[in-house]
Each structure stands twice: as C-alpha cells, then as structure tokens.
C-alpha cells in the first residue's frame, strides 16, 4: 500500500504544485487577497463579532471561520497560512481521502487507486478549488468522516468515536452547509443499517457525548449567531434561487460544473457542454446496478442504500430543471434550513460518494471475474482523468494555479496609506483591486456594493444609473460631498486594468470614463505621484471619523441641512467604543456604519460581561436614518434624568456631587461646567461581542478538558500495558 501512497501524493503535489509553494500569491475571484496586516489584526482585537475590512461593515455571520484565522493570525502572513489551513489540505486530501475510503472495505489497492482518481478529478471539485475553497476542503475531506462513522458504528471504539468527532467539528467549521447535507446522509444511514445499536446502552453514551461535545466545541459561533445573527442569515438565506439554467438533470447525473471549460471557469455564467466521454461513469454506475444479485447481502444492501438515497439527490442537485421543476423551490420555501441552498451544486458531494461506492464494488466485481474487461476500464479512468487533469498540470485553468505579481503602483499606493496615522477609508471605483490594501484602521469599499446596498435608496431614481448602469452617478450634486463625507471616505481611487484581477469588463465604463467623471467633482482634490500613473487617486479633505456628531438626525431629507462635526473617540476593537462628548443642549451622536439594532449607546464605561449577566443601562435607542448610520439623538437634560433616576443612592451614599478646579462639578457619571454644559463618557457597543467572548470561553474550556481528559487516558492505558 506503501508504493501507492507515494504515488498518490506526488500525483497530488505534481498537479497543485503551486499550493505547495510558500513564496507566491495566489488568489482568483471570491478567494481574495489579504494584506498581512489585515491578518494582524485578527486576534489583536480578539476576532470581532462586526466585520470591520470591507464597504459599512457588517455583523458577523461566520464566526465559524475563527478556528482557521487563528492559524492565520499565528503564522502573519496570509499565502503562506492559506496553504497550510485549505491548499495542501485539499490536494492532499482529495487523494488519500477516498483512497482510505475504499481501502476500508476490500484489499483491492488497484481499485482503490482507481476511485481516488475519480473523486478528484470531478469538474465540480476542481472549480470548487478555484475560488470556493471552504467547499472544497469538505469535499476532499468527506469521505473520511464517512469511513469513521461508519467505522464507529462497527465497532463503538473510543478511537473512530474520537477521530469522527473531530473531523466533524473541523468541517462544521470550514463549511456548515456541506455538513448539513452530510449529516442528513449520516442519520439515514444509521437508521438504515445499523438500527439494531439502539439498544446499545455504549452507543447512546457516546451519542450523547458527541451531541455535547459539538455543542461545546461550538460555542464560540453557535451562542452568538443564535442569540443575534440569525436575522441577518435569514435575510441573506432568503434572497432568490441562482441561476436556474446553469442546473439540469445532465449537469446532476454526471457531476459537471457548467462553468468547467478547460482553462479559466467560466465568469460569465453560460452553461458549458458535457463532454460525451464524461457519460462513462453515469452509464458505469447504471450497469452496476445490474450486478446488485450478484453480491454478498453486505455489499448487496449498500448498493440498494446509495442508489435508493442517491437519486432523490440528484433530483435536488438539477435545481428547478425537468422533471419536478417545482420541488426544489418549495424545500427552499419550506424545508428547515433548505433556504441556505439559493442554489444546487453542493449536492453534487452525495453524488459523488454514490459514485464512489458504487464503482467501487462493481469493479471489485470485474477484478475478481472479468480481468480483461477490469484492465479496459482502468485504462479508460485513467485518460478521463487526464483530459481533466490536463489543464491543471500546464496551468491553462489559471484561476489559483497560477501565481500572481503585485504590479509596483499598487506596492507605492499602499505604502502611502499604511503610512498614514489616521483612519479613513478608501472607495473605489466601480470596485476594489485584489491588491488595494485594507486593515481595521483603513477598511476599503467597493462603489458597486455600496450602491446595490447602502446608498440603493439614493441612487435608484437616477435615469442616468437606470439607463446605462453608471456605477459614477451616486456623485451628483447637491449632496454628494455630504455623502461621502459622513461616510467616513477619504480617497476614491479608479484602479489600474490588470489582467491578473479584471474586473471592468463586467461593467459599462471604462477607468477613463470613471476618472473624468471624478474630474468634474471640484470638492476632490486630485493627487499625483511619480511612480503611479494608471491609478487614479483623488483626496476628500473633509472626509469625517467614523464617529460624529450632528446637528439633525441623518435621513435623506435632512441631508442638506446638517452640521457636523469629528469626535474624538478610543477604539478598542471594532465593537467596542468609548468616546468623550460635551453637552450645552442637544445633539445627534452618529456611527458611520451599516445600521444594525444591536449597537447600543451606553452612559459611562462597561464591562462585556455586563450585558450576559444583566442588562446596562441604555441611554438612548438606535433611531431611525440612513442605511449606514447608527444615530442616538441625546440631550443634556436627558443625561441629567437618566443618572438621577438610575444611581441617585449611590452618588449620595458616595458623597456625590463633588467640586473640582475649575467650578465644575463632579457628579461621577458626568461633569457639570460653569457654562451650564456636562461632559460625559459614552460606551458605543455591539452586543453579540458578549456573546462570542461567552462562546469562546465555552469552546477553549471544552477543548482543553478534552485534551486533559486524552493526555489523563493516554497515561492510564500505557501504564495498564506495561503492568500486563
């Protein structure tokens, strides 16, 4: 089996072998470019529950991904953590994963060498490693939960109940959704064959522990999207299906991603023909069946299980396509959870282990009793796979198979923004390059994203934007500088074309048209350096921090009327704000971010826990204004009530108030000064961060005791060995 191995994973290393250098970049579509650090201030600040990189931020509905960014936090630099955390695993994987698979169950290295052929070089797998990589690596790593599972349900070892455990937890944190299909496949097929556990008083203890250890070892995300992110998923789960044409019944049976063309997927979301060859496996499949009387009552029976299972998934994974074109819309309408599928392809992972097991018991079959047709078959896999294979080997499927060079106007721009002290943002225009620096300080924003969503409301009634799409036309007079100005923008940037990262041909104008556009805007001051020539930079110098007040609470009609002004503010993390205010009557206190209703203005300074344990005091509610502001409309007088209604006892019992230099006043939760005004201190918090922070400690507390627990075992069982 040795020899195999070794030909397994050189073929893997052979066919990625940019994944397995750790000098290069690679990014390509929705696999982005992160700069180091924007890794960096992954764990100084304590991975937030308000995502704080991109356009107005948002709450966080993927606090799963955690327990990779951790790796990337450790190591500080974002290529090389990406190789280790999903690159070398899934090309490694994606071999041994099936091949382990299939060695569970017969001897045969030949055709378990053959399998793992078929299971990764599929077209859906092969995309998926392209730009979808969480998916990816659950792929390659399904059919080892499988073996363990079932391997555990054999036997009732402490050591598969582990192993299974683990990788469950490890894939439920890489991508839940593949996890909810698997889990769904795990459950039948436990009903279907090993029934008979029920009874086992072992098997529901280990049941019962693994429920508990998941639900533990998941704290970290499940407490806080439970408790505050479960509106923001329902309203990304519940947008409508994708692109109906790209799913039919071929697409299904013969596992093909109809972006696959044999060099760069594609973009443009026209479905791709099937090459006749790939109807081999289907038509091989279909003829096992043939053969199902033929095997012992073990392989017999799990023949019958996949086929029967399998082809209600393949019903699912060709979409709203013929037959039963209505199905799929009304699981997505009204099945629990089935909305988090707004479209069909990750089904195709049910398919493929079918596939996997099926083929694999039928050539077991030929092996044994027809060699020379078994030889035929084998050469015939083997020309599929290269014919797959092929474009990854010479780099003609690009995507992240081949590096990237960072052009040297992007290494100028960014320098010149790290080395700035202050925070702003930068827009640009019409969307942001793969090189454009971001870190927490200086997050960046893409025009076409903020217009489909924050600045929607502004921008739909513009015949100029309806008509030919200009994605330039939220800069209209009279209140475009506002505009930009509270939202805490200071440079619009037109990037350079770059072949590696093009992405103007998905839009009408072109960078010239978009930099003359900018040109004709006088509150923008252009700037120009020597050494970048093709990006276009321009400065707002009225830009504001994300923090200010104003004179009238923001909505589109007060627009031209308001009167702001910075505040000063200590940020210590993106959820978490303190910030000083003087008060003489009334004012709008503004967070330049999307607006969510968990944001809570605080009198005075708090504690994370206060919000677990009980409820702080909330001076003021989150009113109503534009789609990225949070807005508190307080007064001195409300300021003044507030402190005497809630802690009035207290500042008497503590001798409150008392004199300062100045002739001010001290009354602990505010100062009163000789002009009548009141300085106080404000908390500006989001509140799942408690949340997450109890989820942590949960999680980090469960895994060390397990760990305990194992090291404790280890030690015991070594010692009863020795003694024997």
């Known amino acids: 089996m040795i020899k195999y191995l070794v030909i397994l994973i050189w073929v893997a290393i052979l066919a990625h072998i940019e994944f397995f250098k750790f000098w290069n970049i690679l990014f390509f579509s929705d696999w982005t470019n992160w700069n180091n650090l924007a890794v960096k201030d992954l764990l100084n600040y304590w991975f937030w529950s308000w995502i704080s990189y991109f356009n107005f931020w948002s709450d966080n509905i993927q606090y799963n991904f955690n327990l990779f960014q951790i790796i990337w936090w450790f190591l500080w630099d974002y290529n090389n953590a990406t190789k280790l955390t999903f690159l070398i695993p899934i090309s490694l994987l994606g071999v041994l994963s099936p091949f382990f698979l299939i060695k569970h169950y017969t001897r045969n290295n030949i055709v378990s060498f053959l399998l793992w052929l078929f299971y990764w070089f599929n077209t859906y797998f092969l995309v998926r490693q392209t730009a979808h990589l969480p998916i990816a690596f659950v792929f390659s790593l399904s059919p080892l939960l499988f073996l363990f599972f079932d391997k555990f349900l054999k036997e009732l070892k402490q050591k598969d109940f582990l192993i299974f455990t683990f990788i469950y937890f490890i894939s439920l944190c890489y991508e839940i959704r593949i996890i909810y299909i698997l889990t769904i496949l795990l459950l039948i097929y436990f009903l279907f064959f090993w029934l008979k556990n029920i009874k086992n008083k072992k098997f529901w203890k280990y049941i019962f ?12 995300w499940l407490i806080p999207t439970i408790l505050s992110s479960w509106e923001t998923i329902s309203n990304v789960a519940n947008r409508w299906l994708f692109w109906n044409n790209l799913f039919n019944i071929f697409y ?4 093909f991603d109809s972006s696959w063309s044999w060099w760069v997927p594609n973009q443009d979301f026209i479905p791709q023909k099937i090459p006749f060859y790939f109807w081999f496996y289907p038509i091989l499949v279909i003829v096992s069946t043939l053969f199902i009387k033929k095997q012992n009552e073990t392989w017999k029976k799990l023949m019958l299980f996949w086929l029967t299972i399998s082809l209600l998934w393949i019903v699912l994974t060709k979409q709203s396509a013929e037959p039963f074109t209505w199905l799929y819309l009304w699981l997505y309408n009204n099945f629990p959870w089935f909305n988090l599928f707004r479209e069909a392809s990750k089904f195709f992972i049910i398919t ?4 996997l097991i099926m083929l694999w018991i039928f050539l077991d079959y030929l092996s044994k009793n027809y060699k020379k047709l078994f030889y035929i078959v084998w050469i015939i896999i083997i020309l599929i796979s290269w014919s797959i294979a092929k474009p990854l080997i010479t780099k003609e499927i690009w995507t992240l198979f081949v590096p990237k060079i960072e052009p040297k106007e992007y290494t100028i721009l960014n320098d010149y923004i790290i080395n700035q002290n202050e925070s702003f943002k930068t827009l640009w225009i019409p969307n942001y390059s793969q090189w454009s620096h971001f870190e927490i300080k200086k997050p960046k924003m893409s025009m076409v994203s903020i217009i489909d969503n924050e600045y929607k409301n502004f921008i739909e ?3 100029e934007f309806r008509n030919n799409y200009d994605y330039s036309s939220f800069l209209f007079k009279p209140i475009s500088d506002k505009l930009i100005d509270i939202s805490w923008i200071k440079y619009l940037i037109v990037p350079l074309v770059d072949k590696q990262d093009d992405f103007f041909r998905f839009y009408w104008s072109t960078p010239e048209q978009y930099y003359q556009k900018l040109k004709e805007f006088k509150f923008l001051k252009e700037l120009k350096f020597d050494w970048i020539k093709e990006i276009k930079i321009f400065e707002n110098p009225w830009y504001l921090t994300t923090i200010f007040s104003s004179n009238l609470n923001i909505t589109k009609e007060n627009l031209n009327k308001l009167k702001y002004k910075s ?7 993106p959820s978490h704000y303190n910030l000083k205010v003087n008060l003489i009557w009334k004012e709008t206190l503004n967070l330049s971010q999307r607006k969510n209703k968990n944001w809570s203005l605080i009198v005075w300074n708090f504690d994370w826990k206060d919000f677990i344990f009980w409820n702080p005091l909330i001076v003021a509610k989150n009113n109503e204004s534009l789609d990225f502001i949070n807005s508190w409309q307080i007064s001195k007088s409300e300021i003044i009530n507030y402190v005497n209604q809630n802690y009035k006892e ?12 100045n002739n001010k006043l001290d009354y602990k939760y505010y100062t009163l000064n000789p002009d009548w005004s009141i300085d106080t201190e404000f908390t500006l918090y989001f509140k799942p961060q408690s949340y997450f922070y109890l989820g942590l400690i949960i999680s980090w507390s469960t895994f060390i005791i397990l760990i305990g627990y194992l090291g404790v075992d280890f030690v015991r069982r070594r010692r009863k060995n020795q003694t024997n």
């Open 567 to 573: 505040l000063n503010f200590n940020k210590k993390n």
């Open 352 to 355: 493929a282990l079918w596939y």
């Open 209 to 220: 522990l693994f429920i508990l250890l998941q639900l533990f070892l998941n704290s970290f």
């Open 650 to 661: 207290e500042l008497q019992k503590e001798w409150y108030p008392k004199q300062l230099p």
């Open 461 to 463: 009634t513009l015949p």
């Open 252 to 255: 299904a049976v013969n596992i």
